[in-house]
């Protein structure tokens, strides 16, 4: 593990990040800060194995997944584990390189990104089906809330600024002629917000899978809409990113990497129940409440999830207009489903 002091360093910038304000480094970001560098080397151990950092958080992931099905083996490349990290935490941790990969929603890249940090987006992780949605809005049946503009003066409990909850909700509601400014946001952990929502601390909690399970068999609570109501999906894309000194000295593990989140995807999409199974093991949660997962198919990053949300970050006024493009924000080099 590298010194405290970047740790600290990033730790102070996590409320600018997730305010979408300004990031871990003044400097401006590299064209390709993802592409292999001319003599790269790489942090190989004896063996030949490159050791990446990444969170052990009490979640469904991918990289979790990947381990326990072996896809990793015969590989350049295995998961360090550093113990837990907070969500907000780690895009700027990314960022620094104190962990080389995470798994957050695209607006919190792009701002990272608008602000300088050494990150791309590598692969594109998690997407919203109708049957299987990345978000979905719940009140309590007596609330007499059912229509957006019943919205206004009330509290939404959400799992996070700077990212889907926030900007996803915020375009539909403006687009259906609620007044924004009169609704309060307020940050309520996914695993706590069904009992937020019922207890009437919020008004309308926005829950993502699992947790979203249990609010669904709540008999108190009724399920307004999922996030593909609201934009058909274009929103729901939950992308992998790799720090980008770590990419460019170390290629072929992140090629690994992206391989086995592939394949990892691929066995989700085609063992939804047994997906379900070892998710509600690794939380602790009753099966029963354990919403599946749905991913896109290879992994393939494409464009139109990533201008969605500039787009919104630009009308928002978090990052200034033409700061960021499409192409900076992601890469599917490393991706062995990608065309040449």
Not at 13 to 36: E, M, N, T, W, Y
Not at 50 to 60: A, G, H, K, T
Not at 62 to 87: H, N, W
Request: charged share 20%; proline share 6%; hydrophobic share 40%.
């Amino acid at each position: 593990m590298t010194s405290s002091t970047p740790r600290r360093t990033a730790l102070k910038q996590i409320a600018s990040f997730a305010a979408l304000g300004l990031g871990v480094s003044a400097c401006s970001k590299p064209a390709d800060p993802v592409a292999p560098a001319a003599g790269a080397g790489t942090t190989a151990k004896a063996g030949g194995i490159v050791e990446f950092l990444y969170p052990d958080n009490p979640s469904f992931d991918l990289i979790y997944l990947a381990e326990k099905l072996g896809y990793f083996e015969g590989t350049s490349t295995r998961p360090k584990y550093i113990g837990k990290v907070a969500a907000p935490q780690i895009i700027p941790l990314v960022g620094t390189g104190e962990i080389h990969f995470g798994a957050r929603m695209v607006p919190l890249v792009i701002s990272a990104i608008a602000s300088g940090a050494d990150i791309q987006v590598i692969a594109s992780g998690g997407k919203t089906l109708q049957e299987a949605p990345h978000m979905k809005y719940f009140v309590r049946k007596d609330s007499g809330i059912r229509t957006p503009k019943d919205l206004e003066g009330k509290t939404i409990g959400i799992n996070s600024f700077g990212a889907c909850a926030e900007f996803v909700t915020k375009k539909y509601l403006r687009q259906q002629g609620v007044d924004v400014a009169k609704i309060n946001f307020l940050v309520v952990p996914d695993n706590q917000n069904e009992q937020a929502v019922s207890t009437k601390n919020v008004d309308l909690a926005i829950i993502h899978p699992p947790h979203s399970g249990g609010a669904e068999a709540n008999g108190d609570l009724l399920r307004l809409w999922s996030d593909f109501d609201l934009d058909g999906g274009l929103g729901g894309m939950a992308p992998y990113s790799v720090n980008g000194r770590f990419a460019r000295e170390n290629p072929q593990a992140v090629r690994d990497v992206v391989a086995a989140l592939a394949k990892a995807a691929h066995w989700v999409n085609a063992n939804p129940d047994e997906s379900r199974r070892y998710t509600a093991e690794r939380i602790g949660m009753k099966l029963e409440h354990v919403e599946r997962y749905a991913y896109v198919d290879d992994q393939l990053v494409t464009e139109p999830p990533i201008q969605y949300y500039i787009d919104i970050l630009e009308a928002e006024g978090k990052i200034t207009k033409g700061k960021v493009s499409v192409s900076q924000v992601y890469t599917n080099a490393f991706n062995p489903h990608a065309k040449a």
